[in-house]
């Protein structure tokens, strides 16, 4: 299939099941009917040609517009080299990540208890010790079937289904112990795979989005979020940090394709829920921002997964 393969239409049914293939944490699926309601009137009239994510994640809102939606391409960015290589290999060769991952979920299952726990680690090492070939591979947009499976299998037997990696860039989260795990859902990556034909997949800094602007261009943006308490630190999705100087640098970026005419929605966490803290709206003045009820899903004690405001911000 072509990059432009089939916009959504009935003819197509299997679009309407495609959603994310990985467990991520800030992911957007409880929130979609909600940012739904914040997107461009120009996406429900079939009018955006081009459709950006800087900060694809795990993907739900792309996959969520392009089950419901008409545009004409798309263009999904992240500077987690493993993100790209996932994508990029359901997109291409969906097949080889189905038959590597029956493979890893056969053996893992097989096991009970504590020889469950042998192969998780033994599967977390080898991925590990793959980390430069991986960034040698995303940089070159190429497809590892293999590695996809792995990336997956450990994101669904991990603890809390996390990814997250330490300064040097190694995988370092621990067993889940899940009794029924769900490790290899065929359908889901068949769909994922169906709508990422329309895709460009490239791992790389939000600014080379800019590189793709063109006509009626709408772009998301979902980044690291801000630390909404002293002790919420959970931003390592990738080997370098997404501190207070990247968020500026963003707002400015913001600002500056907001000038040539682009619509953007952004979402992020709202630092007043703890505190007064105007970091957002200072940032992002004049601009129309919303505040938005989320439910905080990820963390070690299940007594502080509850109810936190995040904001959104739109510039249209």
Not at 64 to 88: C, G, M, Q
Not at 109 to 116: C, H, P, Q, V, Y
Request: charged share 20%; aromatic share 12%.
């Amino acid at each position: 299939m072509s990059s432009e393969a089939h916009p959504f239409d009935s003819s197509h049914p299997e679009q309407l099941t495609s959603g994310p293939i990985l467990k991520w944490a800030g992911g957007k699926t409880q929130l979609l009917p909600t940012l739904a309601n914040h997107y461009p009137p120009e996406l429900s009239r079939g009018l955006v040609d081009t459709y950006i994510e800087p900060f694809i994640g795990g993907g739900a809102v792309f996959f969520e517009i392009t089950n419901s939606f008409r545009y004409k391409r798309a263009v999904l960015l992240d500077v987690n080299p493993e993100l790209v290589i996932v994508y990029n290999s359901v997109k291409s060769d969906v097949a080889g990540v189905i038959q590597a991952l029956d493979d890893l979920e056969r053996e893992y299952l097989a096991g009970t208890g504590d020889s469950r726990a042998t192969f998780f680690y033994q599967m977390r090492d080898i991925f590990n010790g793959g980390i430069e070939q991986a960034r040698r591979t995303a940089g070159r947009s190429a497809v590892d079937p293999q590695r996809t499976a792995l990336t997956i299998f450990l994101n669904r037997t991990c603890f809390n289904g996390l990814f997250r990696v330490n300064s040097r860039g190694l995988f370092n989260v621990p067993h889940g112990r899940y009794a029924h795990p769900s490790i290899l859902m065929k359908e889901r990556l068949n769909a994922a795979s169906i709508a990422l034909q329309r895709a460009t997949i490239l791992q790389g800094d939000f600014e080379l989005s800019a590189r793709f602007v063109s006509g009626m261009t709408f772009i998301y943006y979902d980044p690291p979020y801000r630390p909404v308490s002293k002790t919420s630190h959970f931003t390592s999705y990738a080997q370098e940090a997404f501190d207070d100087a990247e968020q500026i640098r963003l707002s400015r970026w913001y600002r500056h394709l907001s000038d040539q005419g682009v619509n953007q929605l952004l979402s992020n966490s709202d630092p007043t829920n703890h505190i007064e803290d105007p970091f957002f709206d200072e940032l992002y003045r004049g601009f129309s921002i919303y505040r938005i009820q989320a439910r905080r899903m990820i963390n070690s004690n299940s007594s502080r997964r509850g109810s936190l405001r995040e904001i959104v911000v739109r510039n249209y």
